[in-house]
């Protein structure tokens, strides 16, 4: 009985050790690229931090009291909600409702599918020149096709809408291709059944569709949140610098790179990003009490 | 759903394994033996500066091997390098950072070779160029690559249409103003009569503001009088010009370049580093440089001294402190800043000289365009591109929300520029107490 315990565990030893053989190339790169960085982002949060890196000085909490009483700091907090609150909402209703019609067995179902999910292969910062060329007050081609003077991405009303359009239309396709695959693990006689006793095609899709898709619904309503919180290549592109409309519509991202990039301010940018990642968390947590409540697991 | 996850927990694998994989190649590009690596942010400059180089290698038998990084990368390739990383062995410095590599010592220190070097001697260089690259000990760490000046460029055509007579060397401001406003108001403001964005610094308003005797920042490097009645002068003057030309939404989506270039506007402030872009552009038979105007502060009716400014700027070449060829990236740097790669540099119309006295032939570069109006400006006074040690932060503060955006924005209320005027001075005096 001895014997074969021994054995046995050498045995599983020795796969323990392929286990670690196989899985540490993905933990050395997380550990060198991921976890050290998001630790010296931590500690340089808390210093003054020298150039190039060298002669970083211990300031206690100084770089939290200035983010946290500076205007810009929430401002942009705000901007990135807003962004967010057009983003998550409209690229999940659109996504679902792509996702449904291109589901069903018609013609050209893997030609509209790929158009849609065009846009996640396109390089973002190309989109956003794109975009901004089209947005453009005097030559874009939205103002020449509806005959309109709008200042679409100067105008500090108008400007966080906009911005929020493209990011929509970004993830829509992403969204789309994993609301399909959710809608093939639904088992076809729901339907049946549901079209025997009499149910129409839209209350079929909120009785049936919506529920029974929740899990997948969550999942990403979950990712793009977090997404579009840490948006910035967007107004990155889009916004001018001397855009009238800049404030209304950086996000806390981009507050972080001007910062830590622009005015080399390595210590106040890795604040923000602390700030950031604090509010994802809070977010996070909220959303998975909210999972109980809302996601139907069968 | 569980396929979608494992596939993307596969890819977020995969990248991770070529991040690791990327990272390693770029940090193994260094230098061998015998090449140089050289890193400029101009791709415009790059065939012009490779010829130069390529003259040097036949005498010094080491290839020197050009590179185009753009101006965003450049700095955080170069802040990298600094940081622990490789950095090229020769490249290019600018006023809004080199005091932070110079602070740190990542530039070799070039003291010994130019005492031992025949070809060059700092006296001939510009006089601000020299100083920006000389740390407060005494020791210098690159020498002057170029300098650049600034002039007026205006469309002849769009001057023809609306019959207002052209810029001459001898227009004021308020001559600009009167006729960018004749064509602002004779087009329906279908074109404008100029136009500048608040990010047209060094280009643009600086200037006036030097016109009238104020600084945006003084010699000393401690201080400014923007907010000063000189200063407060110049801005409205400025408030003046861009309250007839194009409003400050259109020229921040529309860019004031490419708003000339597609006949949208009629004259534009721009510097030297930029003729070759208007020198290949579409309709650069109508494009005309004049000389920029000045302030008749003293209302005599003639330029006098200290009436017409040019900012001015000039790039360096710098080498690694931590080059494993120093004397190389040196003989490279004295070649080009010796009178004959100067020479050389100006000729093929790459830019004017960083040496006195060699940028005549710049002017004769461009057949069929005369761009002497940039060589003229040294005849009149010239004030260096002002910088302190953490330049952009200041400077990018004073194009923004709070500093000059307000009054661009709104440039029919006067107190707004004022009150801007009072602000930055404000932005820059906090920036310096905070370098």
Redesign the interface.
């Known amino acids: 009985m001895k014997a074969s315990a021994k054995k046995r565990s050498a045995a599983a030893k020795n796969e323990a050790r392929w286990a670690w053989a196989f899985i540490a190339p993905t933990m050395l790169g997380l550990i060198i690229l991921n976890f050290y960085p998001v630790i010296n982002t931590v500690y340089q949060s808390f210093c003054k931090t020298g150039d190039f890196g060298r002669g970083n000085t211990f300031v206690g909490l100084a770089n939290y009291a200035a983010a946290f009483s500076a205007g810009e700091t929430w401002h942009s907090i705000w901007n990135t909600v807003k962004y967010a609150l057009i983003e998550v909402p409209f690229g999940v209703c659109i996504a679902l409702i792509l996702a449904v019609f291109l589901n069903k067995k018609l013609k050209g179902t893997s030609a509209f599918r790929t158009i849609f999910f065009l846009p996640m292969v396109c390089a973002p910062a190309a989109v956003a020149m794109v975009w901004k060329w089209l947005y453009n007050q005097q030559f874009g081609l939205l103002n020449n096709i509806f005959h309109s003077n709008v200042a679409w991405i100067s105008d500090p009303h108008i400007a966080w809408i906009s911005i929020g359009v493209i990011g929509v239309w970004s993830v829509i396709g992403y969204n789309m291709v994993l609301f399909i695959s959710g809608l093939q693990e639904i088992p076809g006689d729901y339907y049946e059944a549901a079209a025997i006793d009499g149910a129409t095609g839209i209350r079929q899709f909120f009785h049936i569709t919506v529920p029974l898709l929740s899990p997948t619904t969550f999942f990403i309503v979950q990712t793009r949140v977090i997404g579009a919180l840490t948006v910035f290549d967007l107004m990155f592109m889009v916004m001018d610098k001397t855009n009238v409309a800049l404030q209304n519509t950086q996000s806390i991202v981009y507050l972080f790179y001007t910062y830590a990039f622009t005015n080399g301010n390595k210590g106040y940018g890795a604040t923000l990003v602390v700030i950031l990642v604090l509010f994802i968390m809070l977010v996070t947590v909220i959303m998975q009490r909210a999972e109980k409540k809302l996601v139907f697991y069968n | ?1 569980k ?2 996850v494992v596939f993307l927990l596969a890819l977020t ?1 995969l990248l ?2 070529a ?2 994989g990327s990272s390693q190649d770029s940090g193994s590009a260094g230098s061998s033996s015998g090449t140089l690596t050289v890193n400029i942010w101009d791709s415009n400059q790059q065939a012009g500066l490779q010829q130069i180089a390529d003259e040097w290698s036949k005498t010094s038998g080491i290839t020197a091997k050009i590179e185009v990084v753009d101006w965003d990368n450049y700095w ?1 390739l170069l ?1 990298a390098g ?3 990383g490789t950095m090229p062995d020769v490249f290019w410095t600018h006023s809004n950072t080199v005091q ?1 590599y110079m ?2 010592d ?1 530039l070799l220190k070039l003291n010994d070779y130019i005492a031992a070097d025949d070809a060059i001697d700092l006296a001939n260089y510009y006089e601000g160029i020299v100083g920006l690259y000389t740390r407060a000990d005494g020791n210098v760490y690159a020498l002057p690559k170029d300098h650049d000046t600034i002039a007026l460029l205006y469309n002849k055509a769009i001057f023809d249409q609306y019959g207002v007579a052209y810029p001459t060397a001898d227009w004021t401001w308020e001559d600009m103003y009167e006729a960018a406003k004749a064509i602002t108001e004779g087009s329906n403001g279908d074109v404008y009569g100029m136009a500048m ?3 047209n610094n060094q280009d643009g308003w600086y200037n006036v503001v030097y016109d009238y005797g104020a600084q945006i920042i003084n010699d000393t490097h401690d201080g400014t009088t923007i907010g000063s009645s000189q200063g407060k002068a110049a801005m409205e003057m400025v408030r003046k010009l861009i309250s007839v030309g194009a409003p ?8 004031t370049d490419s708003l000339f270039m ?1 006949s ?1 506007c009629a004259m534009i402030t721009q510097g030297s580093w930029m003729i070759n872009a208007f020198y290949t552009a579409e309709h650069h038979d109508d494009y005309y440089w004049s000389l920029l105007p000045y302030a008749d502060v003293n209302g005599n009716g003639k330029c006098d001294s200290g009436e017409r400014y040019s900012a001015y700027n000039g790039l360096g070449w710098a080498a690694a402190a931590s080059t494993k060829n120093p004397d190389a990236a040196y003989s490279l740097i004295s070649y080009f800043c010796s009178k004959e790669g100067q020479l050389e540099q100006s000729k093929l119309g790459v830019t004017m000289g960083g040496m006195k006295g060699v940028s005549e032939e710049f002017a004769n570069a461009f057949p069929g365009m005369d761009v002497s109006a940039f060589v003229e400006a040294e005849s009149y006074d010239l004030f260096f591109r002002p910088y302190t040690r ?1 330049t ?2 200041w400077e ?1 503060a004073l ?3 709070g500093g000059f ?1 307000d009054p ?2 709104n440039p029919s209320d006067a107190a707004l520029m004022e009150k801007a005027c009072d602000n930055a001075q404000a932005i820059i005096e906090n920036a310096i107490a905070n370098e």
Do not use: F
């Open positions: 759903m396929r979608i694998m991770t394994m991040a690791c955080t802040e600094a940081s622990g932070l602070d740190n990542v964005n608040t990010s400050q939404s259109v020229v921040a989506e529309t860019g597609s949208k953490k952009t932060v990018d194009q923004q929300a955006l661009w924005q």
